[in-house]
């Protein structure tokens, strides 16, 4: 290699200077601390919820308006609300982290409460508690019970705590003395739920408010199997760890939407069940 190879010119060298200087400006511009609710409020700034775009009851988009659960309760909670309070609606891939950046402040969404997601955010007081089974293709007379599992291949949605929990189905199965199966995971459950349909996987794993919601959908194709945990799961709402004014917040609007009747109304309504003696507080054992 020659030594011309190492030569700079006066222009070339005040090229990397001036992106060098670029560079280590950055860090002076960002904020030295995200916003409390309460300086956004002070500021007219626009506080900005999250939720997903399609996890039926929950929350999903017909014929272009939000619907389900989550989406009614935003809305109530939007015409009380003081201040600018905004939703987006996104795929669940990105959602939780974009809590946990600051991007969003909340993500009003059906989340299931688990330890892992405990170290990263807080939760309010859940919306819903939910058991959790397997479903199969209705006329799939191969399985019959959780035996039948062994050496099958399960869908699960990608990040979620069905997927964290495969686990216990998986000591169930050696229970019965079985193996666990291929795992396929999916960006959102109605590509899960395609997939069984079309044969590619042999069940799925979610909460019963869901399965029985996609088998109302679509009558006599699927079935529901039996349980595959061993304790139900609470659904509620994430801040970021720490965001204390946005939990008092969302826990003061679910107290009054409990107290007056409103959360159970829309739960029979979406969720075809009501939850009369939620906890305030969860603390997951799994």
Do not use: C
């Not at 009003?108 to 939910?130: H, S």
């Not at 794993?205 to 199997?225: C, D, T």
């Amino acid at each position: 290699m020659t030594g011309s190879a190492f030569r700079f010119t006066n222009s070339s060298v005040a090229t990397l200077v001036v992106v060098l200087l670029a560079i280590l400006a950055v860090p002076a511009l960002a904020p030295a601390h995200a916003q409390t609710l309460q300086e956004k409020i002070k500021n007219n700034q626009p506080v900005v919820v999250a939720t997903e775009d399609d996890y039926r009851p929950f929350e999903f988009v017909d014929n272009g308006k939000p619907a389900g659960l989550d989406n009614e309760l935003f809305q109530l909670m939007k015409a009380e609300a003081k201040f600018d309070l905004r939703q987006e609606i996104i795929p669940w891939t990105g959602l939780l982290a974009g809590v946990s950046s600051g991007k969003y402040d909340a993500a009003v969404t059906g989340a299931l409460i688990n330890q892992e997601r405990m170290k990263a955010f807080d939760f309010a007081m859940p919306v819903a508690a939910n058991m959790h089974y397997y479903l199969k293709r209705k006329n799939d007379n191969s399985i019959k019970s959780i035996k039948d599992l062994s050496g099958k291949t399960v869908g699960a949605q990608s990040g979620s705590v069905l997927l964290a929990r495969l686990p216990e189905l998986e000591k169930m199965i050696a229970n019965t003395g079985g193996r666990m199966g291929k795992i396929v995971q999916y960006a959102s459950y109605p590509e899960a739920y395609q997939d069984l349909a079309n044969g590619r996987v042999d069940y799925v794993v979610n909460g019963e408010i869901s399965l029985l919601a996609v088998m109302a959908e679509r009558p006599g194709v699927f079935a529901m199997g039996q349980p595959v945990v061993e304790s139900p799961s609470y659904v509620g709402w994430p801040v970021k760890k720490g965001n204390k004014e946005m939990l008092d917040y969302l826990n003061s609007f679910l107290r009054k939407v409990r107290a007056n009747g409103k959360l159970e109304e829309l739960q029979n309504k979406w969720l075809k069940t009501s939850f009369k003696n939620l906890p305030e507080h969860v603390e997951p054992n799994f």
